[in-house]
């Protein structure tokens, strides 16, 4: 698309015009000139450490644009605050790809669903692990205001740093000579421009890695990565796809391996993550706490938000707690979460196996059963040694190309 400009940023360019950051109706030559400025703006914004309270962290230190836009380290969660010692409550989720996230909703359904309309999928959607915001300009006030993370003590202290960066009159071009007279309406523009920003499709959506080549019809994958795929596929088998999504939708859209929807799959309570410590918090997803408007909605405890798997290979920690350090071992645990829960779950006081140890009880009606899951101890695992190195194989044709290069691969 022209300037590399996506839709939705014309959109939410176009939406930011309507609150007020910048007055009167905009030509669509005007509207992506706006997305330009404002694309631009956001990633000097992202690199820049000097909007943190530390003045050491910038959006860029957690999500690392050389790891897919997700964390680089194998710590499950990282540190932030004034001075970089306090501890998140989650793993770092990439940034690329989400683009099509759609906006939180209770009930979803998807004309993409094969064929059939009326199927209500369930909660979809919403930025976060817990879909708890719509809008990439809304999740921006998060990190940059959050005690743990950049740590500022308003908007008005991210206004006040801004107004001193080398970019402060490029803000000022964008959004007017007074901008930062205006504290309410800098920090709007602010976090605008870094919704922006992360709309940039060169940047966040290349759609560039081996398995777009190859759905391009320009380029082959391995015999093990066809398997890998076929098993990833197949119901009986991984079944990943059944949320994964791996084909182009209806439109011709390139695959997004996710459909957005919010799941239980009972990831291993990890003890790494300092809030575990204490044995009350359970971190419950959907329905709280860090998300408070579902907080009483029992059927919602438990639920995550299905990422996408593009540049999975390149992340150092998996799922919403980090728990899993290998792809292989992400992958392993789908095949015997429920016919070996001893391998992957703590013990008990008296021996006994734990299951689902970071999931209380009353909430186990919530978990996903379809396949590969809903087996009984001692079953035949859903997926064999060999079939598992198959779909790591295959995962790791979803790299973006750029991020092959840097990772001297
Ligand atoms: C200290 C590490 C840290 C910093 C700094 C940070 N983030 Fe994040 N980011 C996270 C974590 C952890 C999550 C997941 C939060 C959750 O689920 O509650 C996240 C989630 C996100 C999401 C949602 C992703 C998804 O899959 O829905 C976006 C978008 C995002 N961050 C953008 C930013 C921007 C923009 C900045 C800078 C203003 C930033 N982040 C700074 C750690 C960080
Ligand atoms: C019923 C829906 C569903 C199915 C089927 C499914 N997943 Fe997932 N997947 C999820 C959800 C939800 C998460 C995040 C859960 C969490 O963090 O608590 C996830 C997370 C992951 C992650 C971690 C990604 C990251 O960024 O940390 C990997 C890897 C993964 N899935 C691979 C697979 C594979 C391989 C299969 C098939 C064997 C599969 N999934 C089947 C819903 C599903």
């Known amino acids: 698309m022209a300037l590399g400009l996506s839709a939705p940023a014309i959109r939410h360019t176009v939406a930011a015009e309507a609150n007020g950051v910048h007055p009167g109706p905009l030509s669509r030559a005007q509207a992506f000139a706006r997305a330009a400025t404002l694309t631009e703006l956001g990633r000097q914004m992202f690199f820049d450490p000097a909007l943190s309270a530390s003045g050491r962290q910038a959006c860029a ?34 940034l690329r790809y989400l683009q099509a996230v759609p906006a939180f909703s209770e009930h979803f359904y998807d004309s993409e669903d094969e064929g059939d309309e009326s199927v209500d999928n369930g909660p979809t959607g919403g930025l976060t692990w817990d879909g708890r915001v719509d809008r990439g300009a809304e999740q921006a006030r998060i990190p940059l205001l959050s005690p743990f993370e950049m740590a500022n003590a308003g908007p008005d202290a991210v206004v006040a740093r801004l107004a001193r960066t080398a970019y402060a009159d490029a803000f000022k071009a964008a959004f007017g000579d007074d901008i930062f007279s205006r504290p309410t309406d800098a920090f709007d523009g602010a976090v605008e421009a870094l919704g922006t920003f992360e709309q940039d ?53 390139p695959p997004q391996f996710t459909d957005f929807g919010l799941i239980a799959v009972a990831v291993p309570r990890n003890p790494a993550i300092p809030a575990n410590a204490d044995s009350a918090y359970v971190d419950l997803g959907v329905c709280g706490p860090l998300r408070t408007d579902l907080k009483r909605r029992d059927e919602y405890c438990g639920l995550f938000r299905t990422p996408t798997l593009r540049n999975v290979a390149l992340k150092k920690n998996f799922f919403h707690n980090g728990f899993f350090h290998t792809l292989r071992d992400a992958v392993a645990f789908y095949a015997s979460r429920d016919s070996d829960p001893g391998h992957w779950y703590a013990k008990n006081a008296d021996g006994s196996v734990h299951r689902y140890d970071d999931l209380p009880q009353r909430y186990w009606a919530n978990l996903n059963q379809d396949p590969p899951f809903g087996r009984k101890p001692g079953d035949k695992p859903a997926l064999d040694d060999a079939e598992i190195d198959d779909i790591v194989a295959f995962l790791n044709t979803l790299t973006d190309a750029d991020q092959l290069q840097q990772a001297g691969q």
């Open 61 to 94: 230190s957690c999500h690392d644009p050389k790891h897919g836009f997700s964390s680089a380290s194998a710590a499950p969660v990282e540190m932030g605050g004034p001075a970089l010692d306090r501890p998140g409550q989650r793993a770092v989720p990439t």
């Open 201 to 253: 499709a060169a940047t966040f959506y290349p759609y560039s890695s081996r398995y777009d080549a190859f759905l391009a019809g320009k380029g082959t994958l391995t015999a093990q990565e066809l398997h890998g795929r076929a098993l990833f596929e197949d119901p009986a088998k991984g079944n990943c796809a059944s949320c994964h999504l791996s084909e182009p939708a209806n439109d011709g859209e």
